[in-house]
């Protein structure tokens, strides 16, 4: 089983509120991703993290932003929702120093906002 | 990392072998070969990985041909529970890199 966890599971919430969705892992993993996908469509990477301090863009522009101030967490963060923001998000990692690059993932996060 | 190409659906029936080949023409000196399950509202699961000939574990097995331009991963005799997608990613993890996961392959298994 992977040690990743991602809270809360399910997230329903008014238009302009921020909020934060929580990732951590226990694997001491370097590298952790935040993907975005809607019900049968493709994962969309919107956030990725080589280590602490780090923070980089993914390929789908989001509104959202991230932090990495400790190893094992990565938040995703909404300054004002948005229905468009309605969403499944996927949190995950990876220890880029083995060969396989194994991603390991979370339940996700899935975000309705009214 | 190097574009793929899967069908993007494939049917099948209980008991059979199901193979999915993907088309990397593109792939790098370094790039490994790495296959995901996803089923609806979880996060995509490891399969396989190899970077030539064959690799088979106690879930599939993975034929990567000797000019690495196509893979193609065997499931034996499926069943219901192997009904998802499965994405065929491409790409030398070891470095610090981006994983894009491309649009897949809707396996659906029938009784």
């Known amino acids: 089983e992977a040690d990743i966890y991602q809270t809360p599971r399910y997230l329903v919430i008014g238009t302009g509120k921020k909020i934060t969705l929580e990732c951590s892992q226990t694997?001491?993993?370097?590298?952790m991703y935040w993907y975005q996908q809607d019900p049968g469509m493709e994962l969309h990477l919107i956030h990725y993290?080589?280590?602490?301090?780090?923070?980089e863009k993914g390929d789908l522009s989001s509104e959202s932003t991230v932090s990495r101030i400790r190893t094992e967490h990565f938040p995703l963060t909404l300054e004002s929702a948005r229905p468009s923001h309605t969403s499944q998000y996927l949190c995950?990692?990876?220890?880029?120093?083995?060969?396989?690059?194994?991603?390991?993932f979370g339940e996700g996060s899935r975000l309705t906002v009214l | 990392l190097a574009k793929t190409t899967q069908p993007i659906s494939m049917d099948s029936y209980e008991g059979q072998e199901v193979n999915i080949t993907c088309s990397h023409n593109?792939?790098?000196?370094?790039?490994?070969i790495t296959w995901y399950q996803q089923f609806p509202s979880q996060g995509p699961r490891f399969i396989i990985q190899?970077?030539?000939t064959k690799v088979t574990n106690e879930v599939a097995s993975l034929f990567i041909p000797a000019d690495r331009k196509s893979s193609t991963l065997s499931l034996p005799r499926v069943s219901l529970s192997d009904t998802a997608v499965y994405y065929c990613?491409?790409?030398?993890?070891?470095?610090?890199?981006?994983?894009?996961f491309g649009s897949g392959t809707r396996l659906s298994i029938r009784p």
């Open positions: 995950a990692s990876s220890d880029w120093q083995r060969s396989t690059g194994e991603l390991f």
């Open positions: 694997m001491g993993h370097d590298k």
């Open positions: 993290s080589y280590g602490v301090n780090s923070t």
């Open positions: 593109n792939i790098a000196t370094n790039d490994y």
């Open positions: 190899g970077y030539k």
């Open positions: 990613l491409v790409g030398a993890y070891s470095s610090a890199s981006k994983i894009i």
